[in-house]
Nanobody, 124 residues
Framework: QVQLVESGGGLVQAGDSLRLSCAAS????????MAWFRQAPGKEREFVAA????????DYADSVKGRFTISRDNAKNTVYLQMNSLKPEDTAVYYC?????????????????WGQGTQVTVSS
């Protein structure tokens, strides 16, 4: 069992930066693929970024590529999402997720554990 707690969300202006954190409790954090998803009001939950257990492999949605960076610190059981050049369309609740499948990528059904989410609002 893994518990995930996100933090770092808030209200920012377009062009600003934010760093989200996801702290995991439980065993074997370093064996999970970790990812961030987001859900805007009235929209489906969508994939944002994922990182392999070692941090060597990352994957991004086209909409955030070049602006967002996912990373992890296995010693701290934490995964991060650095978000730069934020746009109003990035406004959403951001969720951290963990998968036991080593090849998990962008499909939410591949993820076994979810956090409660943190709100990110970007004003124009």
């Amino acid at each position: 069992q893994v518990q995930l707690v996100e933090s770092g969300g808030g209200l920012v202006q377009a062009g600003d930066s934010l760093r989200l954190s996801c702290a995991a409790s439980g065993r074997s954090f370093s064996s999970y693929v970790m990812a961030w998803f987001r859900q805007a009001p009235g929209k489906e939950r969508e994939f944002v970024a994922a990182v392999s257990w070692s941090g060597a492999r990352t994957d991004y949605a086209d909409s955030v590529k070049g602006r967002f960076t996912i990373s992890r610190d296995n010693a701290k059981n934490t995964v991060y999402l650095q978000m730069n050049s934020l746009k109003p369309e990035d406004t959403a609740v951001y969720y951290c997720a963990a998968s036991i499948y080593s090849m998990a990528t962008s499909l939410s059904s591949q993820y076994n554990y979810w956090g409660q989410g943190t709100q990110v609002t970007v004003s124009s």
